[in-house]
């Protein structure tokens, strides 16, 4: 449904996106996250054709994202979206949907439909009387009165409460469901983790590991084991050479921590395990709980955006290469799937949705 190759976009001697390349197939949730500046928004333009590459191929539902047809075939949801104050949502909605040619009882049947099951009861009430919450579900609804089979979502959930978000977060889940593609990036690393089914990550323009959310834990993150115990397990051979293979451990007494009336030493492997259970065994207690922690997308994130990566200006526009030579390659998808000029939004095949 979405298939991008070597995308790159400068801006002078400024590169806002570095030779991506990824693919998004039809009915997937597919996350794009990073930190302030990774480039994400920029990417999102481009799908949405509200910015044109400097360089590579972009397709987006079997169209060039600069095809004014692909955006007929797509929604847009920006992350800060103005709406017209004076207008009711069922006003504000039919306008864009007049825009698309969408037919009066054509667009008033997915308005309601949408606006149901976004659980938006004041359709009648004017838009800046409206909260933030109610705002960002008419602006969602928006995205849909064209019936895209493309969703483009740049932070749905930002400033929502808590019911609001979770409202959201089940409706982009739904969007799947329905055979919708969904484009989704949130700097909330719970709400990417809980909705898409695969994950860029971007850091300097850059695509840095991309795959399922369990593929790039399992990659990128480390998996440990919490054993407590009901005495501080003794200063063994085995445990020693186990806990010696940890990173930043000071000493064997930094492992284990004493928590109420247990002990808790955090090993790396099952082995680790054995090694603190035959410990305790050897100071004369006994294993009581056992307790694995796997890292969070979240967990993850902050290592993969912390490393260091190559610079991202030079005098002639181009990306400066890194040590090894050349651009850092991405991680490689497990799935192996194939793989800022703003238009006039005043027409329906420009949609207005662009104009933030």
Avoid at 72 to 88: D, K, Q, V
Avoid at 185 to 211: F, K, P, T, W
Avoid at 237 to 264: K, N, P, S, Y
Avoid at 288 to 314: A, H, K, N, Q
């Amino acid at each position: 449904m979405i298939e991008v190759e070597g995308l790159r976009k400068t801006y002078g001697d400024f590169a806002a996106v570095v030779d991506s390349t990824f693919s998004v197939a039809e009915g997937e949730v597919f996350g794009v996250v990073g930190p302030n500046g990774a480039g994400k928004t920029t990417t999102l333009k481009v799908l949405a054709g509200l910015v044109d590459p400097t360089d590579g191929e972009v397709e987006v539902a079997g169209f060039a994202s600069d095809d004014p047809e692909m955006r007929r075939r797509l929604g847009f949801l920006p992350e800060e979206s103005p709406l017209y104050e004076e207008m009711t949502p069922l006003s504000y909605l039919r306008f864009f949907a007049d825009l698309y040619d969408v037919p009066r009882e054509t667009a008033d049947e997915r308005i309601e439909a949408a606006l149901d099951r976004l659980e938006l009861d004041h359709r009648e009430r004017r838009l800046g009387d409206m909260s933030k919450g109610m705002k960002r579900k008419v602006a969602i609804a928006r995205s849909l009165v064209n019936d895209p089979d493309v969703l483009v979502y740049d932070e749905p959930a930002s400033g929502l409460d808590p019911v609001t978000t979770n409202s959201v977060l089940a409706f982009t889940r739904e969007l799947r469901e329905t055979g919708k593609t969904v484009v989704f990036s949130a700097h909330n690393l719970y709400h990417v983790e809980s909705v898409c089914d695969r994950v860029a990550v971007m850091n300097e323009g850059r695509i840095v590991a991309r795959g399922s959310v369990d593929g790039i834990r399992e990659r990128h993150g480390e998996t440990t084991y919490r054993v407590f115990t009901d005495v501080s397990p003794a200063r063994t051979d085995a445990l020693a050479e186990v806990l010696d293979d940890i990173d930043d451990l000071d000493d064997l007494d930094a492992a284990t921590e004493e928590v109420g009336d247990r002990f808790r030493t955090t090993v790396p492997t099952m082995d680790g395990v054995e090694a603190v259970r035959d410990a305790t065994a050897a100071a004369g207690g006994e294993v009581v709980d056992i307790r694995t922690r796997e890292p969070s997308l979240e967990d993850v994130f902050l290592d993969i955006v912390g490393r260091p990566m190559p610079g991202r200006y030079t005098g002639s526009g181009a990306v400066a290469e890194d040590s090894a030579g050349g651009d850092r390659a991405p991680e490689e998808d497990e799935r192996d799937a194939p793989e800022e000029d703003e238009r006039d939004a005043t027409r329906p095949s420009e949609p207005p949705e662009g104009t933030e």
